[in-house]
């Protein structure tokens, strides 16, 4: 089945600077990348997603990209602010498009 | 529109006792997901519905049952806790195909 890997599992980062998490996926047939921010006590929130036919997807100051050729999609955060402190998930759709594998998420301060 | 809700928000069990939690949606979605999260472990799919009257099950099953009789509600049973089933659990809804999923707020339970 899918499998989801993301690094770091911590990042920290001096407000104003960059942040990117990585994430790689093991079944080529998947076709959609949500990201997923997790204020602490908080449900998980959708903050970008990507899908197969598109490289790259902008909205502000955060980005994703995606090489479906190595199987790798990348979030990334400019000018950091201290409200972007969260846990942040990846994860891949199922080929058969019924369910979501989240990797084990990245704690970012 | 309430979105995901989630009951109970919180619950302590004895080992051996069993509960179910609930989860409702009023967005219409076919589809429908429980998850356990614990520290470093991310969010972890237990089973999860693609319709009414329709379960599977996903990564980490085990000791666990679901119940989907009516499209907006989603259930979780857990017919005998144990200590390895404290967790954080979240119900999520999605339409079908690459969409993204609504959470719930999460139900801490703690079995002792």
């Known amino acids: 089945g899918e499998n989801v890997e993301q690094h770091p599992s911590t990042l920290s980062v001096q407000e104003g600077d960059s942040a990117v998490i990585k994430c790689t996926y093991s079944?080529?047939?998947?076709?959609?990348f949500p990201w997923y921010k997790q204020e602490l006590g908080k449900r998980p929130q959708l903050i970008i997603d990507?899908?197969?036919?598109?490289g790259e997807k902008k909205d502000q100051r955060i980005a994703v990209t995606l090489n479906k050729t190595a199987k790798h999609f990348s979030l990334h955060i400019t000018e950091t602010q201290p409200e972007d402190s969260a846990v942040y998930f990846c994860a891949a759709i199922t080929p058969a498009g019924t369910a979501l594998i989240f990797g084990k998420g990245t704690t970012l301060s | 529109n309430a979105g995901v809700t989630q009951t109970p928000k919180f619950r302590v069990l004895k080992t051996g006792q069993s509960m179910t939690l609930l989860c409702a949606q009023d967005m219409n979605h076919e589809y429908m997901y429980w998850y356990r999260q614990d520290p470093g472990m991310g969010l972890r799919l237990i089973h999860y519905?693609?319709?009414?009257?329709?379960?599977a099950k996903g990564e980490v099953p085990d000791g666990y049952n679901v119940s989907r009789l009516k499209k907006q509600n989603f259930l979780l049973g857990l017919e005998s806790a144990a200590p390895s089933q404290t967790s954080v659990y979240f119900c999520a809804s999605t339409p079908p195909g690459s969409q993204p999923q609504h959470f719930g707020d999460g139900t801490r339970l703690s079995i002792l």
């Open positions: 990507i899908r197969s036919n598109v």
């Open positions: 519905s693609v319709g009414e009257g329709t379960t």
């Open positions: 079944d080529s047939a998947s076709n959609y």
